[in-house]
């Protein structure tokens, strides 16, 4: 099943402090980029095929991959000056890079890859900068048990804000963390057939717009999750996850699981 990864926008918050036009999926966590640890997730399951919807900084996710050093995240014999890989990453994955536009919003960028898309009733899709470590295979089966037009992972507010529950005369009853609230957020990982392109018009948007129009005709179903899941929208958030990784504390790297 091929993974449309999204990985052209400009990432205003995370561009703080960081050099030139890195893109967000290309920020570090640990001796790899996001967009890495996203596609790692997915090839895990036996999804090795992507393709990337570039934009802004489209370069630096292309010398990457171009210029990719296995001896970085695998272990290795060097005997007489060469190298011998006692494991791969990418070796064998297909990735598909194609631009979209820099302005593009994400229901473009998609229309944009269509093509690149044919014979696929289904495919996977992800903002490459989330992590998590949903169980994959079974948020695909329950798509396919729905009979739905598209199925999008749904997670708990992760702010740390709490809604305050005002009564008469300002008193308060009750404090609540929003986390613990019965909301849920998109969770950036969706399952979709073809006919999502049916309802984003363009320079449209994947959920204001086609997962809209499913939603209002019952064909859009949530998978909740409430394991591991972060997101890498700030400077801060993107730290907090390299300092996770360089403790050890990776919980979204399920294929060291069965390392």
């Not at 171009?66 to 005997?79: A, G, H, M, P």
Request: aromatic share 12%.
């Amino acid at each position: 099943m091929k993974v449309v990864l999204f990985c052209g926008g400009y990432g205003t918050r995370m561009r703080s402090g960081t050099p030139g036009d890195v893109p967000k999926p290309m920020q570090l966590v640990g001796p790899r980029p996001l967009i890495w640890h996203v596609m790692r997730y997915y090839a895990h399951f036996g999804h090795t095929d992507f393709v990337l919807c570039l934009g802004y900084g489209a370069h630096h996710i292309k010398e990457f991959f171009l210029n990719y050093q296995e001896t970085t995240s695998n272990d290795f014999v060097l005997r007489g000056g060469q190298v011998e890989l006692l494991s791969t990453d990418i070796s064998d994955w297909s990735i598909t890079f194609v631009q979209t536009g820099i302005e593009s919003p994400i229901g473009e960028r998609l229309r944009r890859v269509r093509e690149h898309l044919e014979g696929e009733e289904v495919f996977l899709a992800n903002y490459a900068d989330v992590l998590t470590d949903a169980p994959l295979p079974d948020i695909i089966d329950r798509f396919h048990g729905g009979d739905v037009g598209a199925s999008m992972m749904v997670v708990p507010p992760p702010a740390t804000f709490h809604c305050i529950e005002v009564g008469e005369n300002g008193r308060v009853g009750g404090v609540t963390p929003v986390s613990d609230m019965p909301l849920w957020v998109n969770g950036g990982y969706f399952v979709l057939r073809q006919e999502i392109f049916d309802h984003i018009p363009p320079g449209g948007d994947l959920v204001a717009d086609g997962c809209f129009a499913l939603a209002k005709s019952g064909r859009l179903l949530a998978y909740p999750h409430r394991g591991y899941w972060r997101p890498t929208d700030t400077v801060k958030e993107r730290l907090a996850l390299d300092e996770a990784y360089s403790r050890g504390d990776r919980p979204w790297a399920v294929w060291e699981r069965s390392a």
